[in-house]
């Protein structure tokens, strides 16, 4: 019998591979607008300014702006509303969260002997680069396809492009489905897409069936009717965040050249669930069709990685100011866990439905891979009006087509080569100060990582804060908002229909400053 283990009444399978997606080397290589709420306000441009926490994630070389000794915290709500249309069919869905956004601290070391590199800083910054808490639903009738070919499309080409064995979906005498599941997932290259074919099996799911059982290599055909107007929704709720906490060090040459350098570490922890409800209503006949399909994915994805950044300011006149920025690439080790369940329910004329639950109590812990974000570079131009205001412009460089999975990813990389491309992004950053306040305002625009710039569109954003200087002591405030509108792809094969997606962000940062 094949083997398999079970902890409490949980099985565990180390798996060999799962079928990654372009949207999993997205959603790690693209950050929010995220830290102090100065910097948030004012759209995050502050690649020529520094003298902020958060501007070193920008340029290293703003910590040397600092002339104080200064720690700080941010306090940041968070409102996602996804609206979606799905065949005409309009739902909405939000989720708000609150979390500690931004602490660190910079220290500045004056050099009292007369040489001209006038002082050394340092300083260490955690931010949430990216909070992955959201919640969306999309509901409509598809006129068109169904979810088995989702589990035709792993079926008859998941074997390196050929066929499942059915030895590999029809379990053996005495087999539970957690044995053969646990199996799969264990002992084949192609595990994870003999488990999405086992569990939609006619043995089990009654989704799928051989053309012919006597050939051990048959294609699948589906036992879902043709023609059924199928209704459908789909809702994903996800939690958790992308953590970085950078260590920082910088000088400054006579006060007019700033150099730094970012040593960071990330750190990320998402937990995903999905839930897939499909029905028809197709005319029964006497022999059992499917009439429902619920399936159930939950996804853990956890890691670290690393990356590393270099900038520079230089102050070209006591008001001109210019930045200059490159980021590397953040090298991720990654692991994901899944668990899957699968209930369908058949229909016949003049009998009563079956229900047939696929609840293979395993989770598939695979093996861990890497990912490659791209690197990016930042300009930056500053202009400052004295101590009455600032204005100020970055522009960032990213090309998306350089993102890479390892190891053995090649398909998977040429489909990110073929369909992403270089991605720019505009911040425009404003403040003025009257006595002790600030007022702070700010514009971002974001291209679409996508050549077709639909899948993902453009981003557009809004800002404005104020704050209070209380000497020692700074409080600030500040409101961000962003759009942007996409193509939500409910599965990755087979099923590839979405919906649109219009995702309104809305976030309000409290930071509190303490110069030390």
Not at 262 to 268: A, D, E, G, P, Y
């Amino acid at each position: 019998m094949k083997k398999y283990i079970f902890l409490f009444a949980l099985g565990f399978t180390a798996s060999i591979a799962q079928s990654q997606e372009i949207s999993d080397a997205l959603l790690y290589s693209q950050e929010n607008l995220n830290g102090t709420a100065r910097f948030r306000a004012m759209s995050g441009a502050f690649g020529a300014l520094g003298g902020d926490l958060s501007s070193i994630n920008v340029n290293p070389a703003g910590s040397a702006v600092f002339s104080n000794n200064q720690m700080g915290l941010t306090l940041s709500s968070f409102n996602t509303k996804n609206n979606s249309d799905y065949f005409g069919t309009k739902t909405s869905d939000k989720e708000n969260s609150l979390d500690l956004n931004q602490a660190g601290a910079v220290f500045v070391f004056n050099n009292r002997s007369g040489s001209n590199w006038r002082k050394i800083s340092v300083a260490v910054n955690y931010e949430n680069t990216n909070n992955f808490e959201n919640r969306l639903f999309s509901a409509g009738t598809n006129p068109n396809n169904s979810i088995d070919k989702y589990f035709l499309s792993y079926a008859n080409t998941g074997n390196n492009g050929a066929p499942i064995p059915q030895e590999f979906v029809n379990r053996k005498t005495g087999e539970s489905i957690s044995d053969l599941y646990s199996y799969l997932g264990s002992n084949l290259p192609y595990g994870f897409a003999a488990q999405q074919a086992m569990i939609a099996f006619y043995d089990q799911g009654f989704i799928i069936d051989a053309n012919d059982v006597n050939n051990p290599n048959s294609t699948y055909s589906s036992m879902v009717p043709t023609g059924g107007n199928y209704y459908q929704e789909n809702s994903v709720a996800s939690t958790g965040y992308n953590g970085k906490l950078s260590f920082n060090g910088a000088t400054s040459y006579k006060d007019k050249l700033y150099l730094g350098l970012n040593l960071n570490s990330h750190f990320t922890d998402l937990q995903k669930t999905s839930r897939f409800y499909e029905d028809n209503n197709a005319p029964l006949t006497n022999d059992y069709t499917v009439s429902q399909v619920q399936f159930d994915n939950t996804l853990n994805t956890y890691g670290t990685g690393f990356s590393f950044q270099a900038g520079a300011i230089a102050k070209l006149t006591n008001e001109f100011r210019i930045g200059l920025a490159y980021e590397s690439p953040t090298w991720y080790t990654l692991n994901d866990e899944l668990s899957q369940k699968l209930t369908v329910v058949s229909s016949a004329a003049n009998v009563n439905d079956v229900t047939d639950v696929v609840d293979p109590r395993v989770v598939n812990i695979y093996e861990a891979y890497k990912l490659q974000t791209p690197s990016k570079m930042t300009g930056s131009l500053a202009y400052i009006f004295g101590k009455s205001g600032l204005i100020s412009v970055d522009y960032a460089m990213k090309d998306y087509s350089k993102t890479k999975f390892k190891p053995g990813y090649g398909a998977l990389n040429n489909e990110l080569n073929t369909l992403l491309d270089t991605a720019g992004e505009l911040r425009i950053g404003a403040e003025y100060r009257i006595n002790a306040v600030s007022l702070r305002g700010g514009y971002r625009y974001e291209q679409s990582p996508y050549k077709n710039a639909v899948t993902i569109g453009d981003l557009t954003g809004y800002s404005a804060g104020l704050g209070y200087n209380f000497g020692s002591t700074k409080l600030d405030l500040a409101y961000s908002y962003a759009k942007r509108n996409s193509q939500q792809g409910f599965f990755g094969q087979g099923f590839t229909d979405g919906a649109k997606i219009d995702a309104i962000n809305n976030n309000v940062s409290l930071s509190l400053l303490f110069e030390l």
